[in-house]
């Protein structure tokens, strides 16, 4: 009679249990875009596009690819092409809560401060990947302030419908000095 060890056993049980999980993921998920595929992207996600402004109230089926486009328009404007009052006016419509230990709370005063970040045109932002789901979004992007500093930082987002209404962000150092080969990005 064949038997399995047992360490061979929940190895192999494992594996199925992971290609089963993958497996119903795809079915789950269909056809709506992955996350690495909005990296140097236009405006994504379903019509009408774009929309005028986020829907507070937006829920049921599909909300979470609906945030995942909002996030990814959002991270188009704001990252790619640095217009952060249309990224703002767009999904940051209302009450705005952020996180940040060094920035003020409010939409208005997140506004002034990015948008003078950006104003020089010197600091690039290239993001890396964007995800949302269950509420949150995040994108991990690789801001650098050329002959200063570089950072691989990430932005986490909470949703209220496809709105964007709070916010936190770490950033780490990128020295050129790091062990890891594949370090940050």
Not at 61 to 81: E, K, V
Not at 82 to 105: C, E, K, L, M, S
Not at 128 to 152: K, L, N
Request: hydrophobic share 40%; glycine share 8%.
């Amino acid at each position: 009679m064949f038997s399995l060890s047992r360490p061979i056993f929940f190895t192999t049980l494992l594996t199925l249990l992971s290609f089963l999980f993958l497996s119903t993921q795809a079915l789950v998920l269909g056809n709506q875009p992955q996350a690495d595929t909005f990296t140097k992207r236009g405006p994504p996600g379903p019509g009408p596009w774009p929309p005028t402004v986020c829907n507070p109230t937006d829920a049921g089926p599909g909300l979470q690819a609906r945030q995942q486009a909002a996030l990814a328009d959002f991270a188009y404007l704001f990252f790619d092409l640095h217009d952060v009052q249309t990224a703002f006016d767009r999904w940051v419509p209302g009450q705005y809560i952020n996180h940040n230990p060094f920035a003020t709370q409010g939409r208005t005063d997140a506004i002034d401060i990015l948008t003078d970040l950006f104003a020089d045109g010197t600091v690039t932002t290239d993001v890396q990947r964007i995800f949302a789901g269950q509420g949150y979004g995040a994108v991990h992007q690789r801001m650098e302030f050329p002959g200063v500093v570089t950072f691989s930082v990430i932005d986490y987002f909470r949703f209220e419908g496809t709105c964007i209404v709070e916010h936190w962000d770490v950033a780490q150092e990128v020295t050129g000095t790091e062990t890891n080969p594949i370090a940050f990005f």
